[in-house]
């Protein structure tokens, strides 16, 4: 059984940055593929970056702005965001899976508890 928790989450300004940190454990996390998503008020969750056998996949909404990395000495997954703008602001979950297939939530075995994103204009 793998527990995620995240951290980072916040209030920020538009066009700032904010880092979300995933800390992972019980599994084998170098063997993990690892996801964030997020969900807004209202909507439903989306698929925002994942991590899986050393290569990255974005949202087109994030590209450019977001940048995915992990630290497999700490099990750790990090979401840099960058840029930020008022329609980030959602709750933003960390997945992982031991397949890893995509992007889709049902993809993913593991959840986190979520980490709240606000951005004000």
């Known amino acids: 059984q793998v527990q995620l928790v995240e951290s980072g989450g916040g209030l920020v300004q538009a066009g700032g940055s904010l880092r979300l940190s995933c800390a992972a454990s019980?599994?084998?996390?170098?063997?993990?593929?690892m996801g964030w998503f997020r969900q807004a008020p209202g909507k439903e969750r989306e698929f925002v970056a994942l991590w899986r056998s050393a290569s990255t996949h974005y949202a087109t909404s994030v590209k450019g702005r977001f940048t995915i990395s992990r630290d497999n000495a700490k099990n750790t997954v990090y979401l840099q965001m960058s840029s930020l703008k008022p329609e980030d602001t959602a709750i933003y979950f960390c997945?992982?899976?031991?397949?890893?297939?995509?992007?889709?939530?049902?993809?993913?075995?593991?959840w986190g508890q979520g980490t709240q994103v606000t951005v004000s204009s």
């Open positions: 019980g599994g084998v996390f170098s063997r993990l593929a």
């Open positions: 997945a992982a899976d031991y397949s890893g297939l995509g992007t889709d939530v049902g993809a993913y075995e593991y």
